[in-house]
């Protein structure tokens, strides 16, 4: 089972050249999340995957397996989830000791600045949302995750600033935020924000 939790994750950052294999990855990532959210939720209210290492999760998931009454497939999908989504470039600190500045690419720049409608950076963030399976945890457009709000008009509710600084550091509006810091750029940030925006329109 390590092996394929492994060929998983491998295949969700493998890029242009293992596209369909990232795809896979990004529909057993997202799957895991909602079957976190839904059963996990039920009795540890989604404790956040920082909590715990790959090996930990590796344990407590077959523990849990039959208490929750998880298929086989269901479990390898939480497990996936977790892993793929635990590795949080702050937690560095308290695990090494050692402080890790935050990388140049993901200072935050201009947080204030317009949204970009550029077809190109849209479709970036699209894609940029499917493989960090943001769809597990949250609704954009009409499908998605409950686990976290919904990303509908999250632009236009709380400001596109909010956005990118939420996305560049989950917990810096709420310390106890279950989103990982899944280490994007300010690029990607951008990216990310312009799909998002194009929603603005949905409830």
Same mark, same amino acid.
């Given at each position: 089972?390590? /092996?394929? @939790? #492994?060929?998983?994750?491998?295949?969700?950052?493998?890029?242009?050249?293992? /596209?369909?294999?990232?795809?896979?990855? #990004?529909?057993?990532?997202?799957?895991?999340?909602?079957?976190?959210?839904?059963?996990?939720?039920?009795?540890?209210?989604?404790?956040?995957?920082?909590?715990?290492?790959?090996?930990?999760?590796?344990? @407590?998931?077959?523990?849990?397996?039959?208490?929750?009454?998880? /298929?086989?497939?269901?479990?390898?999908?939480?497990?996936?989830?977790?892993? #793929?989504?635990?590795?949080?470039?702050?937690?560095?600190?308290?695990?090494?000791?050692?402080?890790?500045?935050?990388?140049?690419?993901?200072?935050?720049?201009?947080?204030?600045?317009?949204?970009?409608?550029?077809?190109?950076?849209?479709?970036?963030?699209?894609?940029?949302?499917?493989?960090?399976?943001?769809?597990?945890?949250?609704? @954009?457009?009409?499908?998605?995750?409950?686990?976290?709000?919904?990303?509908?008009?999250?632009?236009?509710?709380?400001?596109?600033?909010?956005?990118?600084?939420?996305?560049?550091?989950?917990?810096?509006?709420?310390?106890?935020?279950?989103?990982?810091?899944?280490?994007?750029?300010?690029?990607?940030?951008?990216? @990310?924000?312009?799909?998002?925006?194009?929603?603005?329109?949905?409830?």
């Amino acid at each position: 089972m390590r /092996t394929l @939790i #492994a060929v998983v994750v491998a295949g969700l950052v493998a890029g242009s050249a293992g /596209t369909t294999t990232a795809q896979s990855a #990004a529909s057993q990532i997202s799957r895991g999340a909602e079957v976190y959210g839904a059963t996990c939720g039920r009795c540890h209210q989604a404790r956040s995957p920082l909590e715990r290492t790959d090996r930990e999760w590796i344990t @407590i998931a077959n523990h849990m397996r039959v208490r929750a009454n998880l /298929t086989g497939g269901q479990m390898r999908a939480v497990i996936a989830f977790l892993q #793929a989504t635990n590795n949080d470039p702050a937690r560095a600190v308290s695990v090494t000791g050692r402080e890790m500045p935050m990388p140049a690419e993901q200072q935050p720049q201009d947080l204030e600045g317009p949204v970009s409608t550029d077809a190109e950076r849209i479709e970036e963030g699209r894609q940029l949302t499917t493989q960090n399976a943001c769809l597990g945890c949250h609704v @954009i457009g009409d499908a998605g995750g409950n686990v976290g709000p919904s990303l509908n008009n999250v632009v236009q509710r709380k400001g596109a600033a909010f956005v990118r600084q939420k996305m560049l550091n989950p917990t810096f509006d709420n310390a106890t935020s279950m989103m990982p810091n899944f280490g994007l750029t300010n690029d990607q940030v951008e990216a @990310i924000t312009a799909y998002l925006a194009t929603f603005n329109g949905s409830e």
